[in-house]
């Protein structure tokens, strides 16, 4: 049971790294590439999601100090569903026009 949750939280640290750089350099993973018209929502998403598979994968190990399970499961589940709001909110909002850029002249 312990390389499952040990595979868990390697996969959440992939996940963290992403998000780390989808936030500071705006690049996303080719195959979400496509669909993502907000990056810095994508990355925070990615951010909050892996944040909170390396955590339960913590707890499960005892290397924080105890915590209710009450704090754990709502703690992990309302940073996992924010993440993934985030996530959805990347890929469904429209892409925002800088004011930098001038638009398209016609």
Not at 18 to 46: C, K, M, N, Q
Not at 49 to 75: D, K, N, Y
Not at 89 to 96: A, D, F, G, T
């Amino acid at each position: 049971m312990a390389w499952i949750v040990g595979t868990a939280v390697f996969l959440g640290l992939v996940v963290v790294a992403l998000g780390i750089v989808t936030l500071r350099t705006g690049w996303v993973v080719p195959t979400a590439r496509r669909r993502v018209a907000r990056p810095e929502l994508h990355g925070l998403g990615a951010l909050l999601v892996g944040t909170s598979v390396v955590l339960q994968g913590l707890f499960f190990f005892p290397v924080l100090p105890g915590v209710s399970w009450e704090a754990r499961f709502f703690g992990g589940n309302a940073l996992l569903l924010t993440g993934l709001l985030l996530l959805a909110l990347s890929q469904l909002l429209p892409v925002r026009r800088s004011q930098d850029r001038p638009g398209p002249s016609v």
